[in-house]
């Protein structure tokens, strides 16, 4: 017998051999859909004309399927840094500084070469709301080195290559590497900061290259290859990189 749901929104279930599951309803999906992802867990999104009583089935009848996604996903989570006292971190201007103070809160400055965070003295530096913390730290600067370094790149690439655009825009996103509105707008992730950079210069050719292509057409793939060299190859190297994992 499926658990009997009323009209909500989203819904945790715990399903033997496969652990917590989401399901959410969305807007967006036209079908059912899950999705197994590092640190997000297992998560089916319902569209609005299908019960979530068709979700749980649909999660029993694709355990297997999951179970094997789980173990993929779990490696790449095995990846993700723990910070402590003994970790050296470093983005390309800033070097992470973990120091506790006498104080409750936590606190963070990004300045002068450093990531300086403050945590409270009683805690545990590893608790999961310090590392949370520290996570966040570390992002914030990376905005501030992708605020001062992406936008010089595209204006370099897009003069180089005879390319137009309208604005750069620095965000935070999950899933995407970058993206470029139908204005033309650029949209590159805090994130780009942490990778090589070639797939950085990679990165901004693509969206780049949306400008005239507005699709991933045989003429998109051709017109990245011509700017960037090998467009298939350095787009497979992309792959091996995820947004949440560092």
């Known amino acids: 017998m499926y658990t009997s749901f009323l009209r909500l929104t989203s819904v945790n279930l715990h399903i033997d051999g496969i652990g917590k599951v989401l399901i959410e309803r ?5 079908r059912l ?15 609005p004309h299908i019960s979530f009583e068709k979700a749980e089935q649909l999660i029993y009848t694709k355990a297997d399927w999951i179970k094997e996604h789980q173990a993929r996903m779990q490696q790449h989570e095995e990846k993700v ?63 501030k080195e992708a605020k001062q370094h992406l936008p010089q790149r ?46 950085c210069d990679y990165v901004i050719l693509h969206e780049l290259a949306h400008t005239v292509e507005k699709n991933h057409g045989p003429n998109f ?4 290859d011509r700017i960037s060299g090998d467009a298939r190859g350095l787009d497979r190297k992309l792959k091996a990189y995820r947004i949440s994992i560092y």
Request: glycine fraction near 4%; charge should be positive.
């Open 33 to 47: 859909t899950i999705s197994v992802r590092p640190l997000k867990g297992v998560r089916v999104a319902v569209p």
């Open 81 to 143: 840094t723990v910070y402590d006292h003994a970790t050296e971190f470093r983005t390309r201007h800033h070097t992470l500084r973990l120091l506790t103070h006498a104080q409750y809160s936590m606190r963070c400055v990004v300045q002068d070469g450093y990531i300086s965070v403050f945590y409270p003295a009683f805690k545990n530096v590893r608790d999961n709301d310090v590392q949370k913390f520290i996570r966040k730290s570390i992002e914030e600067a990376y905005r």
């Open 154 to 199: 595209v204006a370099y690439f897009a003069d180089k290559f005879g390319f137009s655009y309208s604005s750069v825009f620095i965000k935070n996103a999950k899933s995407r590497w970058g993206s470029c509105s139908h204005t033309n707008n650029i949209n590159l992730n805090l994130h780009l900061m942490r990778l090589p950079e070639a797939l």
């Open 221 to 224: 793939w051709a017109l990245l």
């Open 26 to 30: 969305s807007e967006k999906a036209k």
